[in-house]
């Protein structure tokens, strides 16, 4: 019996090493080669060939960070009668986390897959290891912006920023970040667990990346420069100085915006969330972004579209694609949920209603090769702050 368990044990560690062993780039170009070849993912299609071709294929599984995909979903059937699209719509740790399984479990449950890559994991990872794959359709392409079609598609660039309620304030309260971390924004500062939302996350590993600037702005304001300890940074100063000034975690985006933004406040606290949600405007809300922050404003944010390895569906996969992208000349109505302000589009013929250009909003480009070799040391370094803070 002990040696069965022992040989149970050993086969489930061996299998476990080999589920967690790095794979060398490239190496899912050739792992599901017949189904690439089938897939046809430069194909020169219409849209009226892929329509037909979906009539024959099931229900359109797409896994989705936005919830805004449930209203592509509705006009994409509307438009193409007979075609169905179930939306599972989770966060983006989730959706890395499922496709994983499905790659160790060799199964195919997934189309089309919709996630931020504020933390490299789809492009460092998931592309890498061909558990996704980029997929833009021939008539469209010349109209996407290079920066936007990379080892990834974006279809919808977004940014991280800190708001304020402009029912309150007619001006930004903050002009530089460090305002964050002094004594009058205690207990004033709300956002998202860095380890449960990717632009965060992002945001805060920038501010790492950058501590020259950060630095600079701490002196800046104050006059003086910045004492950093041995071993630290000031990057890393600046989020252990914000943190401890009472900065109170939510779940989400969503739960900043109603304590920033919530109609009624005398006294309201500042937030730092996604671009997008100043949509909540709509719906009661007073939220401003802020735009001039020393010694800047935020990071980009781009949403990505790719299709699933081994996906069964994949000429209506292709089909959402090209909905969701606005079809061929701009106008589809797939793109419309994402028209909004606190947005930019990623095609050059298509003009978004956010009135400030994303070149004048003060916010820097990612660096995925530095956020995803600095992740895990960010992740201990937050683990131990918030230890010692006593979240």
């Known amino acids: 019996m002990r040696t069965k368990l022992s040989a149970i044990v050993l086969a489930c560690a061996l299998l476990l090493l080999a589920a967690c062993a790095p794979q060398a780039a490239g190496a899912g170009e050739t792992q599901n080669a017949q189904w690439l070849a ?34 592509v979903k509705k006009s994409f059937e509307a438009q193409y009668p007979g075609l169905v699209v179930e939306v599972m719509d989770t966060r983006t740790y989730e959706i890395v986390r499922l496709l994983k399984e499905h790659r160790t479990a060799g199964t195919s449950l997934c189309d089309l897959v919709v ?69 009058e924004f205690y207990g004033k500062v709300y956002f998202a667990n860095p380890l449960k939302s ?10 790492i990346e950058h501590s020259d600037k950060m630095a600079d702005a701490y002196e800046q304001l104050y006059g003086v420069p910045l004492e950093i300890p041995e071993g630290s940074s000031a990057g890393h100063e600046f989020i252990r100085m914000l943190t401890q000034n009472g900065a109170v975690l939510t779940n989400s985006s969503d739960e900043v915006s109603q304590a920033v933004g919530g109609p009624g406040q005398t006294d309201p606290p500042v937030g730092i969330m996604i671009s997008s949600k100043i949509r909540h405007r709509d719906i009661g809300y007073n939220l401003a972004p802020t735009y001039q922050l020393e010694p800047f404003s935020g990071i980009y944010a781009p949403n990505c579209v790719m299709v699933a390895e081994g996906a069964s569906n994949i000429s209506g996969a292709k089909l959402f694609v090209r909905w969701l992208l606005g079809e061929t000349d701009g106008t589809g109505a797939g793109m419309e949920p994402y028209l909004d302000s606190g947005t930019w589009p990623v095609r050059s013929d298509v003009q978004g209603k956010e009135e400030i250009p994303l070149a004048q909003t003060g916010v820097l480009m990612l660096n995925k090769d530095f956020i995803y070799e600095n992740g895990t040391s960010f992740a201990a370094f937050w683990n131990t702050l918030m230890e010692e803070s006593g979240y």
């Open 38 to 71: 089938e897939a046809r993912l430069d194909a020169h299609e219409t849209p009226e060939e892929l329509y037909q071709l979906a009539l024959a294929e099931d229900t359109i599984m797409i896994y989705s960070n936005t919830s805004r995909m449930l209203e």
């Open 115 to 183: 996630l931020e890559d504020q933390n490299a994991l789809l492009s460092r990872e998931l592309v890498p290891e061909g558990i996704v794959y980029k997929y833009v359709p021939w008539d469209i392409a010349e109209h996407i912006t290079p920066e936007h079609n990379t080892e990834v598609l974006t279809f919808l660039g977004e940014s991280e920023l800190l708001f304020y309620n402009d029912q309150v304030y007619d001006e930004p309260p903050v002009l530089n970040w460090w305002q964050l971390t002094e004594p």
């Open 198 to 207: 990717t632009p965060i996350y992002a945001l805060f590993l920038s501010f």
